[in-house]
């Protein structure tokens, strides 16, 4: 079994950063991907940044491109969520997620597991 844990979420002002970390256990953890979601009050939720587990292949929300940066680190089963300039329509609760077999998009229905999220609110 996975788990996943999200961190580093809070309450920042307007134009500020924050990184959010995922750390997964389980045993044999090798994922094909992991990726980075967002759920604001209300809403759906919607896709933010993947990052290919093996390569480090990146791609990004279009709205969100150039304002945050994913990456991560093998050794340590562990993804980061880099955001930068924060927008008070940033404030949402964050979740990483994994999927297993192949898959290149972000419908939230096709990834395997989910964290249990991270909330991010940014104050004007």
């Known amino acids: 079994q996975v788990q996943l844990v999200e961190s580093g979420g809070g309450l920042v002002q307007a134009g500020g950063s924050l990184r959010l970390s995922c750390a997964a256990s389980?045993?044999?953890?090798?994922?094909?991907?992991m990726g980075w979601f967002r759920q604001a009050p209300g809403k759906e939720r919607e896709f933010v940044a993947r990052?290919?587990?093996?390569?480090?292949?990146?791609y990004y929300a279009d709205s969100l491109k150039g304002r945050v940066t994913i990456s991560r680190d093998n050794a340590k089963n562990t993804v980061y969520l880099q955001m930068a300039s924060l927008k008070p329509e940033d404030t949402a609760v964050y979740y990483c997620a994994a999927v297993l077999r192949y898959y290149s998009g972000y419908d939230v229905n096709r990834y395997d597991y989910w964290g249990q999220g991270t909330q991010v609110t940014v104050s004007s």
């Open positions: 990052i290919g587990w093996s390569g480090g292949s990146t």
């Open positions: 389980g045993r044999t953890f090798r994922p094909y991907a």
